[in-house]
């Protein structure tokens, strides 16, 4: 719908989640797409986080699905930015893309999926020569042995460490607001011991 603010139409984000077998999530989300149950378990709606960063809230409902002492508790970390009353939207990053969110050593990376030149950086420094041949940067999200690799990875990497070798590429990467491990009052570590990984997407790319 458009935004009061804007007048633009704007997409409401989903977030996708993919569990460690044996972690159970303790609330039924959405059921994802025949085509992205290898990658993904369940969504969940954003369209009630107003005000906060898509991605902190993602990380922040994973929580209190698969940990009981945080049901109740709501979205409470810090807003991106107070003055938005609008829900998380797809159009306010890059290219109303993908997003990609990856566990680190020490925290989250979210990783916008913004084009063939960031993947292929992306690859080089991180994964592997293969995984640029064999999977576009389009795809890339929604690839299960991407997002797994990705994980395998990074979880030799301090987020700070991985944010700062993307940006010396030009690699739009960012550490999740409020999710690092010294940082957050909910142990960053549980959730990585129940939550693979996790992606952004609009409604649309759901169609």
């Known amino acids: 719908m458009p935004s009061e603010k804007t007048g633009r139409q704007t997409a409401s984000c989903l977030g996708l989640l993919k569990f460690w077998d044996g972690a159970s999530a303790g ?6 797409p025949r085509d992205l149950r290898a990658a993904f378990d369940t969504a969940v709606d954003l369209s009630e986080c107003h005000g906060y960063d898509a991605a902190a809230a993602v ?4 929580a209190r699905m698969t940990d009981t002492s945080w049901i109740g508790r709501g979205i409470e970390l810090r ?14 990053l890059p290219d109303g893309c993908a997003v990609s969110l990856w566990r680190c050593h020490d925290g989250w990376l ?15 420094t991180f994964l592997n020569i ?15 042995s991407v997002n797994s690799l990705a994980t395998t990875v990074l979880d030799t990497h301090r987020v700070e460490d991985a944010v700062g ?9 960012t550490a999740v607001t409020g999710w690092l491990d010294a940082e957050v009052e909910y142990p960053a570590g549980n959730l990585a011991e129940k939550l693979a990984w996790a992606a952004i997407v609009s409604r649309r790319q759901m169609d």
């Open 27 to 32: 609330a039924a989300g959405i059921p994802v």
């Open 59 to 62: 990380l922040c409902i994973a």
């Open 79 to 92: 807003p991106e930015d107070t003055d938005r009353d609008e829900p998380p939207s797809l159009d306010l």
């Open 110 to 124: 979210a990783l916008p999926a913004t084009g063939r030149t960031s993947w292929r950086d992306f690859c080089a």
């Open 130 to 144: 293969t995984a640029y041949r064999e999977t576009g940067w389009e795809t890339a999200w929604r690839t299960a």
């Open 165 to 173: 070798t993307c940006l010396t590429y030009q690699i739009p990467a």
